[in-house]
């Protein structure tokens, strides 16, 4: 199964509403990462929190690290109709080479 | 820099014929990333390289699969021969180290009739 699981699959909100995807994972890492993928095109890193950060901020995102409950949290604020996208957690993991290992993805649309 | 490149954007073939798929990564990054991404199976890793040495080709599907980096600034990924199943976007990324932030291509969209 995936390193990474974002949790919803998808998800729907309304311009101007706060979007709340999460992430899970199974064992210990360096440092967690989140992308974000247009439909069509290829992956672009939004934010990096490492192990030892809690939480970090950038313009609208949020993210949270809780690595007592291996979960992470991106909040994107104010919402806006180019927001919509996929959104992946990726983590490098202790084990396995640290190599980045990429989640499943929340789908998020934002209705104008 | 202009970041990741991929060529071709687009690729249509017939069963069986041989494809190339070619990446030209960032320069100075020593890490470079094959992914293929489906509606079914999302993003998998094909293989990585760094320095131009392949690290882990466990994603690689079968024996028709095949990638090559033979210097710093390219790298091919080659299936010989196709078959419907692999119609995908194929995505090459680099990165500084492997487990640094990656920087995505374009993709090629494959598609095997």
């Known amino acids: 199964s995936q390193q990474g699981e974002e949790d919803p699959q998808a998800l729907s909100i309304q311009e101007g509403e706060n979007a709340t995807m999460n992430c899970s994972y199974k064992?210990?890492?360096?440092?967690l990462q989140w992308y974000r993928q247009n439909s069509g095109r290829g992956l672009v890193h939004l934010i990096l929190i490492r192990s030892n950060e809690r939480e970090k901020h950038s313009g609208r995102l949020r993210v949270t690290l809780d690595t007592s409950k291996k979960s992470s949290s991106l909040l994107i604020t104010a919402s806006r109709a180019a927001d919509t996208a996929s959104y992946f957690c990726a983590t490098d993991m202790k084990s396995s080479g640290d190599k980045l290992t990429f989640g499943t993805g929340t789908r998020l649309a934002v209705r104008p | 820099d202009a970041g990741v490149i991929q060529s071709p954007r687009h690729e249509v073939t017939e069963m069986g014929q041989e494809v190339t798929l070619r990446c030209k990564p960032i320069?100075?990054?020593?890490?470079l990333f094959w992914y293929r991404q489906t509606m079914m199976r999302g993003l998998e890793l094909l293989i990585y390289?760094?320095?131009?040495?392949?690290?882990?080709d466990s994603g690689m599907p079968e024996d028709r699969f095949s990638a090559k980096m033979p210097n710093a600034s390219f790298s091919t990924l080659k299936i010989q021969p196709s078959e419907p199943r692999d119609s995908a976007v194929y995505f090459c990324?680099?990165?500084?180290?492997?487990?640094?932030?990656?920087?995505f291509g374009p993709g090629t969209r494959l598609t095997v009739l």
């Open positions: 320069s100075g990054h020593n890490s």
């Open positions: 390289f760094n320095n131009n040495v392949p690290i882990d």
């Open positions: 064992t210990s890492i360096n440092n």
């Open positions: 990324a680099s990165s500084v180290g492997w487990a640094d932030t990656q920087y």
